[in-house]
């Protein structure tokens, strides 16, 4: 192949803050489109097919096969894809634009406390083989990336608002039925501290840690005030002592690491946790039909997220079980008010509570 | 973004880019579209942003810019619309613009 990779390193004049905010709102706009209109048209499209088909379509690829030759499907594919990448990589995306504040952002970094690095660390291969989300570079190997992931998680659903906060809350409800009051917590994968800061606020009486690969990440997550001790840590192999916590939850962590790194993660929750502890992780794996299921890989491939489909894939029920845990529950998680009503018709992530008592 | 991993420098090298359409040009020249119509927006928002400052600064009539064109301005745009679309549509007739080597 001749064709060398995009310079991403100079751009050739100063990007404005209006350019730049205008450029992310129209990529955001065409985004909100293909959630609300492009995928309620294919799975109109898919139904019509699927009705009319010789054999009820079972698998994914008996899906795939149905829509192969969509022209739709074509273009619901390129728009998930090149969106995406005009997000981070573009000439008005986030990679542009935070290469050009990198100073201040560096700056604010240095005013992070209560943030405990390793850079002896070494890096999973899985975690380095991949720039998941098409972010160039990855969550992790540039200083800014946390305020990279940061900036781009605010539009990460389009639809459900900017900051998330329906779905934290959420969560963090589901969390307080399941254990009303730990007191030391651990939440893994926390990345920039968006999930760990709804359970800082729900049980201010406890003591939170809270554990990430990437110190770019911790070092935003640090930047709030929340008493949380963050740590650059693997969450498949923390220094915590056996049945330490109370609580392990994650968020939208499992779903980025091969099988064997979530065995190995779900076997350390169950080494920390105290007997009768809770674990709670919210990621996707609970996929009610063939189609939703071919939509959730084809998404996988479409944003690097070559893990997602390995979880779906997995006997999670059984995996726990084996690492002794009991109470498994894999319950859908509705992530806005009616997002789990058959009527609901955009775009969602097949959000799923997997939650288990430690023995 | 440099990182003396083997399996990490590998991950920068160029990988080719996922194909949607059975054609794979339709897939380039969407993203030549989408590029110019990101632009399209953006300069639109700026041309809005400065119509508003030259307006609330009393330098410019919004109303006088939304009218439609007295007939003279109208004329006087004619010439350059027609060069423009000459241009723009010329390509179109798949002919040389030079005497150069037959196709």
Known sequence: MNATAPNLQTPATALSSRSFAAGQSFITAVKVFWHAELFPALRAEYEQRAATAQHRPETVDDVGSLLRDSTLYQYFGWFERHMQRFKYAGRYGLIAWHRQQRGELLGRLDEASNVELDPQLEMPRYYVSCDIHQHPGGVWSDDVAGFVYERAASTTTPLAGTKHADLHDRFTDVIGRESSSPQRVLDMGCGFGKSTRPIAERFPEAKIDAVDLSAPCLRVAALEPHDVRYRQMDAAATDYPDAHFDLVTSTMLLHEMPPPAVERTLAEAARVLKPGGKMIHLDFYHLADPFTRFIHYTHGRRNNEPFMEPLAEMDLEGTLERLGFTNVRIEPFEEAEGALSPGFRPWRFPWTVISAERA | ?103
């Open chain 2, 1 to 103: 973004m440099h990182s003396p991993d083997p399996t990490v420098a590998d991950s920068f090298k160029p990988r080719p880019e996922q194909t949607f359409f059975e054609d794979p040009a339709i897939d380039r020249a969407m993203g030549v579209i989408m590029a110019l119509a990101t632009e399209v927006y953006v300069m639109r928002d700026r041309q809005f942003a400065l119509e508003r400052l030259l307006a609330t600064r009393g330098l410019l009539d919004a109303a006088e810019l939304d009218a439609e064109p007295a007939a003279a301005d109208a004329a006087a745009a004619a010439a350059d619309r027609e060069a423009f679309v000459t241009h723009l549509m010329s390509s179109v007739l798949g002919v040389q613009a030079s005497k150069g080597m037959t196709a």
